[in-house]
Nanobody, 122 residues
Framework: QVQLVESGGGLVQAGGSLRLSCADS????????MAWFRQAPGKERELVAA???????TYADSVKGRFTISRDNAKKTVPLQMNNLKPEDTAIYYC????????????????WGQGTQVTVSS
């Protein structure tokens, strides 16, 4: 069983930074591929960054060089460091976990957190 809880969202000015965290209370965290998705109003949910169970990382082109995903299997957490934030980064950010499937495909993720709002003002 996987239970995901996000934290760290908020309001920040353009150019600022936020650090999101996803905590998992499940027992088999290290076996799951983990990802952060986001969804802005009127838009589809999109992949932000993913890290698979052996540590291979994927980023959306829009966040490369600004965002950093990592995982701590001992603490069962997946931080997302977001720097140089832009107004277009405004969205609800979701943590997700999958045991298998396309790393960038939202429907392939079995477990989701409740989401945390990130708002970037210009």
């Amino acid at each position: 069983q996987v239970q995901l809880v996000e934290s760290g969202g908020g309001l920040v000015q353009a150019g600022g930074s936020l650090r999101l965290s996803c905590a998992d209370s499940g027992r088999t965290f290290s076996r799951y591929n983990m990802a952060w998705f986001r969804q802005a109003p009127g838009k589809e949910r999109e992949l932000v960054a993913a890290i698979n169970w052996i540590g291979v990382i994927t980023y959306a082109d829009s966040v490369k060089g600004r965002f950093t995903i990592s995982r701590d299997n001992a603490k069962k957490t997946v931080p997302l460091q977001m720097n140089n934030l832009k107004p277009e980064d405004t969205a609800i950010y979701y943590c997700a976990a999958q045991s298998r499937g396309g790393i960038g495909v939202a429907r392939d993720y079995e477990y989701w957190g409740q989401g945390t709002q990130v708002t970037v003002s210009s």
